[in-house]
């Protein structure tokens, strides 16, 4: 099934569009915490409000636990991927899920003109194709059970 709805769409169906960020300046031990705490999976770094990168535990735990940084005294500009796949509000649920796909990741930021409006994580764009399949199986339910014309 394809699913050509906007990430728009996606941001204003969030139960929370709160953009989650750290400094590339702060620990990782310190982005660590705030991951937990929020118990998200990934960090939007942010520079002077631009966006310099992303954190996620996958770069944590390859590019620090695996090669022995110490979390308190890592910075987080060592270890965040950067630069960062984005996209726009104008892309589909099929565009980000191929992009996703094809680089291997799980989160995107969604920029507007260079300005940070959200987050987008598999778990999102799953949770909306799934409701669109619901949605449209219960239309054709409702088209099969009104019985056919002629």
Known sequence: MNCPDMIALVLKSKSSNKVL?????????????????????ALLVLSDDKLAGILSERDYARKGILI???????LVHQIMT?????????HTVDDCMAIM???H????????????????????LVKWVISSQANAIQELQGYIKSGYPG
């Open 21 to 41: 960020s750290i400094s590339p300046n702060h620990t990782v031990h310190q982005a660590i915490e705030k991951l937990a705490e929020f118990d998200v999976g």
């Open 105 to 124: 990741i799980r989160h995107l930021p969604v920029l507007d003109h260079d300005a940070v409006i959200g987050l987008i994580s598999i778990g999102d």
């Open 68 to 74: 022995g940084h110490d979390s308190r005294q890592t």
């Open 101 to 103: 796909t094809e680089h």
């Open 82 to 90: 950067s630069p960062v796949i984005s996209v726009t509000p104008q």
